[in-house]
Nanobody
Framework: QVQLVESGGGLVQAGDSLRLSCAASGRTFSSYAMGWFRQAPGKEREFVAAISWSGGSTRYADSVKGRFTISRDNAKNTVYLQMNSLKPEDTAVYYC?????????????????WGRGTLVTVSS
């Protein structure tokens, strides 16, 4: 069992940066690939970024590539999402999720555990 709690969301202006954190409980955290997903109002949940269990491999959605960085600290049971050059279209609830999957096949339907999300609002 893994419980996930996101933090770090808020209201920022376009061009600003935010760092989201996802704290996990459970001794098996390091066994899971971790992902960040987001859901904007009226839209489906979409993949943002993924990181392998070791942290050695990452994957990003094209919309955030070059602006967002995912990382993890297995000693702290925490995964991060550094978001730079934020745009109004990044406005969404951001969720972290854990799954026994590869980062290359990661999708929202294949994740095992989810956090409750943190709201990021980017004003223009």
């Amino acid at each position: 069992q893994v419980q996930l709690v996101e933090s770090g969301g808020g209201l920022v202006q376009a061009g600003d940066s935010l760092r989201l954190s996802c704290a996990a409980s459970g001794r098996t955290f390091s066994s899971y690939a971790m992902g960040w997903f987001r859901q904007a109002p009226g839209k489906e949940r979409e993949f943002v970024a993924a990181i392998s269990w070791s942290g050695g491999s990452t994957r990003y959605a094209d919309s955030v590539k070059g602006r967002f960085t995912i990382s993890r600290d297995n000693a702290k049971n925490t995964v991060y999402l550094q978001m730079n050059s934020l745009k109004p279209e990044d406005t969404a609830v951001y969720y972290c999720a854990a799954g026994l999957t590869t980062i290359h096949t990661m999708r929202s339907g294949g994740m095992d555990y989810w956090g409750r999300g943190t709201l990021v609002t980017v004003s223009s």
